[in-house]
């Protein structure tokens, strides 16, 4: 299966986000990158849930991929309209419930993701892999664009695949934080299907879109 982009629209032009979404899903890119945050599990507020809900109306080929970095998830669900389509990522280290989180979002026809912070174990994801379709691995310390990749994240990028391959083959590898034009070659070499794609490299100043996505599915293909 070829490498896939997830573009992070909380890195795009803020003041033009309609007109960005439009050029991206005229490039044929997989899946738009929707950073939700709470401020109480991350110390930081970006795209809020009602935009989110907006971008679906918007879309005519991308895919909605939301990375909720929040305690108590599911309150949000329905003010993000979650339906068929969608990709889920919830973070492992906010929901003590986690096995009825991904029910929720299962009971919505939505795809299920665990979403994992630097310091979390692969092992963690063990117990829900067979309920789940893919594993979000961050790279940095999830809240804020822009921040350096933590040490190691390439060698725990490998072994989530590792453990996805031995446990539960199929299920899809997302790499999200700092994924930069030289290191996606190599993360997909680690084994990520899928790419969020924010200041490292398709956000970063001064690219033109179109050249920066084509070089950026050629690097992950
Ligand atoms: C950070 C978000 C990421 C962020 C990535 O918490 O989850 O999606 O947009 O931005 P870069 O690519 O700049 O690390
Ligand atoms: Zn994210």
Known sequence: MR??????????????????LEALDNLGVDYIHLDFMDNKFVPNITLDANLIKSVKGV??????????????????FDRMDIGAGDIVAVHYEACPDLADVIAEIRKRNASPFIAISPDTKPEVLLDYLD???????????????????????????????RLI??????????????????????????????????SSSLYQKGLELEESVARMNKLVE
């Open 3 to 20: 490498g896939m982009l997830s573009p992070s629209l909380m890195c795009a032009d803020a003041l033009n986000l309609q007109s960005e």
């Open 59 to 76: 879309l005519k080929n991308m895919k909605r991929d939301i990375h909720i970095m929040a305690y108590e998830p599911v309150q949000y």
């Open 165 to 198: 391959d031995e446990n539960a083959p199929g299920l899809l590898l997302e790499v999200d934080g700092h994924v930069s034009w030289d290191l996606c070659r190599q993360m997909r070499e680690c084994g990520a299907d899928m790419f969020v794609a924010g």
């Open 131 to 161: 309920m789940i379709d893919g594993v979000l691995v961050m790279t940095v310390y999830p809240g804020f664009a822009g921040r350096p990749i933590v040490e190691g994240s390439l060698e725990k990028l490998a072994a989530v695949r």
